[in-house]
């Protein structure tokens, strides 16, 4: 088991729209405090990936163009590395734009741009509004005792799919989800998570921020120490109140 966590931020100054660095602080703060290290490396356009360099593999959102040019270059310089790195247990976790691009492909405007395809699902555009707003979504995970609650902020245009074997992240409590219909938000395939939830996510969810970490350094995650998560539980209860629940 090691004692200092390795993430790999992927295009950390393109896909950082909603406050993503808040989560690389989250978790290295959790750390901090529990006496752990923490290794933050950043793979930009054209650089190679390690797969067996981090534990946690990082994709956040972005502007369309900037999205474009990342779902270009993951396909051409990070898939391989990628899949090999979910391959031995590595998480690989994408937010907003980043759930998009671990899939087979998503539209932009009447173009099909391919995904690293690390999961089964598509994203379409479909008549209708933006699903924006508050969001709050039931979540069951490995070493968790029963389900907890993820909140957060949603803000996305197209529509994710999930294959038939596809599992999601979640299910909606409150909120849209993929796709305003399904009631599933997000998608999980072992060690791939994939979620629309920002704001940034893990300031708003210690708990899935240790989850995490713990999973990352493959620990069980009664074995990290306890936190006095005043502030943290404070925020948790904040969002699902904005959530309307």
């Known amino acids: ?11 950390p100054d393109l896909m950082n729209i909603y406050a993503d660095r ?31 360099g981090a534990d946690l593999f990082y994709l956040g959102g972005g502007q369309d163009r900037d999205q474009l040019l990342c779902a270009e270059d993951l396909v051409a310089t990070k898939r ?30 009447d173009r099909a741009v391919p995904g690293v395809g690390l999961v089964d699902l598509r994203t379409v555009r479909e008549e209708g509004p933006r699903l924006i707003g508050n969001v709050a979504i039931e979540v069951e995970l490995p070493g968790l005792e029963g389900p907890r609650v993820l909140a957060g902020f949603e803000n996305h245009g197209g529509r994710t799919k999930l294959g038939p074997e596809t599992r999601p992240l979640g299910r909606v409590l409150k ?36 989850w995490l970490l713990a999973t990352a350094l493959g620990r069980d995650l009664r074995e990290l120490a306890p936190l006095d998560d005043a502030l943290e539980d404070a925020a948790h209860a904040s969002a699902r109140r904005a959530a309307g629940i």
């Open 80 to 109: 391989e590395a990628l899949h090999a790195a979910a391959d031995r247990g590595a998480i690989v976790l994408g937010i907003c734009g980043g759930i998009q691009l671990l899939g087979h492909e998503y539209a932009l405007g």
């Open 22 to 52: 808040g989560n690389m602080l989250m978790l290295q703060q959790r750390c901090a405090w529990r006496g752990l290290g923490f290794e933050l490396t950043a793979a930009g356009l054209g650089d190679p990936v390690d797969p067996d």
């Open 175 to 210: 909120g849209f989800g993929n796709d305003g219909r399904s009631g599933y938000e997000g998608v999980r395939r072992g060690t791939v998570l994939g979620t629309y939830l920002h704001g940034p996510l893990l300031p708003k969810n210690a708990w899935f921020a240790d």
């Open 1 to 11: 088991m090691a004692d200092v966590l390795r993430v790999c931020a992927l295009y």
